[in-house]
């Protein structure tokens, strides 16, 4: 089955905003074997809606349209669909008064614009929509099409497919039996790690491969769809095996978790700690870690140190080092590490200085330089020197937290 | 005049990728006058691409193709383009010879492949690429509707538009001077916004006004393009001056900075500097204020104090308090703030502790509950309690930094 999708809404169509639910509904599509072979954006006018609508359903078996179900007057996607489809739409008491009751449990009267999403196409089944106002439908064609409407909000649109689209849509469908791995990997650039599996991936149409990169992070997809678990299974499983065998050291989550989610399982296994010191990222490598629900399990906190006086006063680095050799160098590292460790009664810590930019920096210690320290237990205390691209202070800052996170993955395992 | 861009590849369907390249031209062809009616994302088949053209050409008087230019057989934005317009496409021995010299200067001899990109639609005119393989099209036709090929990279593509696309289609369009004014807000709702200024910008077709609203934070941006400067400016300063009497009080910067670049610059103002001490936060706020180049000037640091025994450790918090009225509480929020306000040697400091979710929380302090102090001069000292919705933990601590700068912020001024 292929499928085309469009987003409803004149601010849809503007400079900031970028349609991200057609990419959770692509994903969620794919894993069932739909396709998607069109997008399409269109803003709040009927005309230009209508001619969009007739457009996809020429070109394709399942058409989404995401927004236009809310109260007001710019809200057409309800008219526009009934018009394409040949359909009227029609008044439903049972959703209005869903609606009188949903407002009235907030202490809320209905306003009567309300009454607009009480309108369903005719022939259309009603979808409920626990999170907002606007329930969605599903219209099956007499040609065999589908046309559903959804809610544009994303907190609205995805329970919805979850719950109510995506398993209708699902007992139409032919099995497919799907089978996945993902690799996260840190430590190497993204094209370095295409030069070395692209020659392996390459070899196989079914897996898919895809490759995702982000600062200092990079997702290597499987997925393969099959008609027996089996085939699917083992496919991935052949595949899999090669990449590992290729990059395993790089390595660090088979299972989609992010890095510091690897790196404080790999602490709670070990019944220990890590507590940090942070001079350029100012708390980022903290609110990395304290992101992760649970994270209290390992992580106890630390110190931002962002000037000079902040690591001398909380941290007791050495002034004649701070002065000697400059507040991003090895020994400065070291000893941040070294006091975040003892202060917070931490098994580890790491400490992160260094020059995020534009200004800043030396000769020998230009823009993007950073030193990372780690401190564990039996006096383990070392530093490395990372050299990141210059130009983005918050890459720099990003890639900063990625390296000292692999440190300590490293030191851990 | 009114555009619809179609961004053309099958790797522009996948859940992982979106089309950034809308973006930026939307936004200058915004400021030509020109408004952007529909956006279509189609993949690497001609039938389909060719429908996509002839669909957009129905609805618009300038359509905008990227990607599809390369050499590869999946590359047919030109035949596409030259099928839905009735043109042939020409081999063209000028753009053969530059693209063997491009590729000589390499060191390297063009692949026969590449002769591909050689082709132009009939009558088009050609618009170099010099960062690339890819040379661009400009195509009048008999219908007055403009046709733009532009390459997919946007590292290609925005130089391309830049120096050759705009120019050209600026010199077709009436002058039009531009005026624009942008309030930033955190403190309120967007639909307590949207209530309070809907029936005033409603009133004005021109300037456009636009609602942008992330965690805690929204932007309203005014624009008005007339033929004179005095008129736009005129228009903006009216709007403006009647949007700022009603929401005054929220708008925390004019000239697009973020809040905690608002913040910082009131300290600077002041000569004072503020800390932090971090709990459900886990050092975001400190990630914040050092996110801003030029930070040090008033942002010392802080500490992060992610379980108990670091609010008792490193901040010295009473352990009575602690047990009594547990961590998340108005008296531990003090005790943190002034702790950390004293210890760091600042100004200013500001603490954070509550119910990030997904579990803990109590019946009287639910998951979602914050309460953030404040310590300033002269014995400055204060905590409010804020309560956010629950259930997303990244959003629940979003909101509480946006929050804690805020608080800081309205202290200052």
Redesign the interface.
Known sequence: MNAAIIAVGS?M????????NS??L??RL?LLGV?????????D?RE?LE??IR?CL??SELLILTGGLGPTEDDLTREAVGTATGREVLFDQGICDALIARFASFGRKMAEINKRQAYVIDGAEVMPNPNGTAPGQWLSLASKQIVVLLPGPPGEMKPMAEKEFLPRLQKMLPPLALSTATFHLTGMGESDVDALVAPIYKQYANPVT?I?AKAGDITLHLRSQTKSQEESDALVAELGSKIEAVLGQWIYSRDGSPLETAVLRLLVERGQTVA?A??????????R???V????KA?????????N??KQ??LGVDPWVLAEQTEVSEPVAQQMAAAARE???AHWALSLTGYA???GGTEENPVGTVYIGIAGPDGYLKAQRFRYPAGD??RV?QFAVQSALNMLRLALS
């Open positions: 601010e169509l503007t400079h900031t905003r970028v349609d991200t990419l959770f692509t994903e794919n396709e998607v072979v069109q997008k399409v954006v269109v803003g006018q230009k001619a969009a457009y020429e070109h895809t995702l940090v942070e001079s350029l990222t100012g708390g980022m490598l903290g609110a870690l304290s992101g629900a649970g994270a209290s992580f106890v906190g630390g110190f931002i140190t962002y000037n006086g902040q006063g909380l202060k917070s009664n930019g534009p200004d202070r918050d800052r």
